[in-house]
């Protein structure tokens, strides 16, 4: 038989092959060291279409299998919400996976993912950033521990990408600050100026963990409204999944910024995930600017428009930042930055951060 006779390329539709789907990273992924293992039941449940976004989305998954081994997985996704917020006709490609040497599977799979959206009329797609569906390619660090909801994925992916006709179509970078006596003295003073302009800025804890939840969703779906890749998001949807994190670190170390008794910034920030999510080899010390228990991440930050250029991320990320010093961590990290975005990358600098991970997002027409 032909390579080409063995392959076989499906759109799948069962609870079993969903769950297939859901694995594939295990495959991929299973000579490293140390990676993130996916959320089988989150990505199956949205697979399925049982998710609190399943309204906005026409969803469908591919597979291509070489003989009987499962080698590559992509869902086509068509986001409404998207499409009605930028008025774009811009298809999604989400959970690429595949594994090394399948040119030919990966490219047929590709193929029939976006004929699926050039039938649903899509005109464009983009792989690599999808508001809470997708994250961007990276593009150094391979083989280490990527930063918590970020892609540590193989270099061959960029190859598959550029022969299926994807154009890189943007940049984005991962900082990380060293949490050192010198920049916990700046920050505090970034605290101080910030309150002396009449802003205060409290954790998610001491402003009510709830309240603070539904203040996210609406400051950030303010900050965000022209920002690129972005879509609004609902209270509704946001609460099942930041509620259950009442009573953990993230009530600390996440912030909310108020001036006049109303929030004008938010930060959405996680402690050190990696002891409790990652897999690590056993034997495998992690370099504590990656993980183990000292990098914290600063995962979204917003502020209000007429509140911005006075100072306002910087203290929240800053109470943040010194908070997870109090809390053992020594490093943080401010992820993830668009080349194109200079007040955060601005900010970032302003906090002492440095960039330490190279992504990217793919796009092309259909
Ligand atoms: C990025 C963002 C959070 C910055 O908020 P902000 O409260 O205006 O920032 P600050 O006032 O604390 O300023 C931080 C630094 O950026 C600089 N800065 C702020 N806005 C700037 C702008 N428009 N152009 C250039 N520099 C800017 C400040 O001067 C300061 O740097 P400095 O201390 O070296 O002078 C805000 O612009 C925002 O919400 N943007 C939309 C959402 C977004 O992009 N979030 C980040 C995603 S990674």
């Not at 509140?307 to 010194?322: E, I, P, Q, T, Y």
Request: net charge positive; hydrophobic share 45%.
């Amino acid at each position: 038989m032909s390579a080409a006779a063995s392959i076989r390329i499906e759109a799948i539709n069962s609870p079993q092959a969903f769950e297939e789907f859901a694995r594939l990273p295990y495959q991929v992924y299973a000579d490293r060291e140390a990676w993130w293992p996916p959320d089988i039941r989150n990505e199956v449940d949205l697979l399925s279409g049982r998710t609190l976004t399943a309204p906005y989305l026409d969803l469908q998954p591919f597979c291509a299998w070489s003989g009987v081994r499962l080698v590559a997985r992509v869902s086509a996704v068509i986001n409404r919400r998207y499409i009605s917020h930028w008025g774009q006709q811009l298809g999604q490609l989400i959970h690429f996976e595949a594994a090394a040497g399948e040119d030919a599977a990966v490219g047929a799979m590709l193929t029939r993912a976006m004929e699926w959206l050039a039938r649903g009329k899509m005109e464009s797609v983009r792989s690599g950033f999808a508001a809470f569906l997708d994250y961007p390619y990276a593009i150094d660090n391979y083989g280490s521990l990527p930063s918590f909801l970020l892609r540590g994925n193989p270099e061959y992916y960029h190859r598959y990408l550029k022969d299926a006709g994807f154009e890189t179509e943007k940049g984005q970078i991962d900082y990380t600050a060293a949490l050192t006596p010198e920049a916990l003295a700046r920050y505090a003073r970034m605290v101080e100026a910030a309150r002396a302009g009449g802003v205060a800025v409290m954790s998610w804890r001491e402003y009510g963990f709830l309240a603070a939840v539904d203040a996210w969703t609406e400051v950030t779906n303010a900050a965000f409204v022209r920002h690129w890749g972005w879509n609004p998001i609902t209270r509704d949807e946001v609460r099942p999944m930041m509620g259950p994190l009442h009573g953990t670190a993230v009530g600390d170390l996440s912030m909310v910024a108020v001036a006049r008794r109303e929030v004008v910034g938010v930060v959405f920030s996680v402690p050190d995930l990696s002891p409790a999510l990652a897999q690590v080899r056993p034997g495998v010390k992690l370099h504590p600017e990656r993980g183990g228990g000292t990098r914290g991440a600063l995962i979204n930050i917003g502020v209000l428009e007429r509140a911005r250029g006075r100072g306002v991320a910087l203290a929240m990320a800053a109470r943040s930042f010194m908070t997870m010093a109090r809390n053992r961590m020594r490093y943080a990290g401010y992820t993830l930055v668009l080349d194109d975005n200079w007040p955060s990358r601005r900010t970032a600098m302003a906090l002492g951060a440095r960039a330490t991970g190279n992504f990217v997002t793919y796009r092309r027409a259909l």
